[in-house]
């Protein structure tokens, strides 16, 4: 991004900065930081300066940046957020003490699905998602909830992440269309390699026909029968619409 690509205000500019340490999952360099956002390098020290100061964002002891705990209170107190994490939980709780495998909540974001929360166990097998990050919508179970039930599916060019990732249009469209003929998403290896999830979605009345959320059960390939584990994940996506409904 260029400088004049970049946003005036000082907001703007600032939110980038969080942006980029959200994302990233582990402290920054003040250079990470500024090759992430496209901001000069006095500029970020300064905005950044200024984020440490509000308790956004938190300076480690090797002088490196991440998200502040003081963030991660207003995230929390995000009413629609709060609610619908409180009233997935149980459910939650319950797929995993079935499975003892990662139980994901998860949201639209963009062209990216979003996990408002992960359960797991020392049981589960370890994967690279985490409360409050993103993998594209297209190689995730969760994702390809939200993307069957858009008319307009993403027709730019898709990111492969592994070499089962789904990138032709065609190929994703197809499998789009079975996702909405059994009512529930499958990744088959699209985001890690040797981990698959099925997913179904959570719908809230009066909201429309789409769903706000999805909740997934993901684990190793071998372990994870796919028929067995979406009529259960199907159940408790059933389950959770009525009682948001109620």
């Known amino acids: 991004m260029t400088d004049g690509q970049l946003p005036k205000s000082v907001l703007a500019r600032g939110v980038m900065l969080l942006r980029v340490c959200g994302d990233s999952g582990t402290a920054l360099?003040?250079?990470?930081?500024?090759?992430?956002?496209?901001?000069?390098?006095?500029?970020?020290?300064?905005?950044?300066?200024?984020?440490v100061r509000l308790g956004l964002v938190e300076r480690t002891d090797e002088g490196r940046y991440r998200i502040g705990l003081g963030l991660f209170v207003l995230g929390q107190s995000a009413p629609s957020v709060r609610e619908l994490r409180d009233a997935a939980l149980?459910?939650?709780?319950?797929?995993?003490?079935?499975?003892?495998?990662?139980?994901?909540l998860a949201v639209p974001d963009g062209l990216d699905t979003l996990f408002l929360e992960k359960l797991t166990g020392r049981r589960a097998t370890p994967i690279?998602?985490?409360?409050?990050?993103?993998?594209?919508?297209?190689?995730?179970?969760?994702?390809?909830?939200?993307?069957?039930?858009?008319?307009?599916?993403?027709?730019?060019t898709l990111p492969?992440?592994?070499?089962?990732?789904?990138?032709?249009?065609?190929?994703?469209?197809?499998?789009?269309?079975?996702?909405?003929a059994r009512g529930y998403g499958v990744n088959l290896e699209e985001a890690e390699v040797g981990i698959s999830a099925v997913a179904a979605p959570i719908y809230a009345h009066g909201l429309g026909p789409?769903?706000?959320a999805a909740i997934s059960v993901t684990g190793g390939t071998r372990r994870l029968d796919v028929a067995r584990v979406g009529a259960r994940v199907c159940a408790a996506a059933r389950a959770l619409t009525r009682s948001l409904s109620a």
């Open 128 to 156: 690279v998602s985490r409360t409050g990050g993103r993998l594209p919508a297209h190689c995730t179970a969760t994702g390809k909830v939200f993307l069957a039930q858009d008319p307009r599916p993403p027709h730019r």
């Open 210 to 212: 789409r769903p706000i």
């Open 160 to 180: 492969r992440l592994t070499p089962r990732t789904l990138v032709l249009p065609g190929q994703l469209a197809r499998d789009l269309a079975l996702t909405r």
């Open 29 to 51: 360099s003040l250079a990470e930081l500024a090759l992430g956002t496209g901001l000069p390098k006095p500029t970020a020290y300064r905005l950044i300066g200024e984020l």
């Open 90 to 104: 149980p459910y939650l709780g319950d797929l995993h003490e079935m499975t003892h495998e990662n139980v994901h």
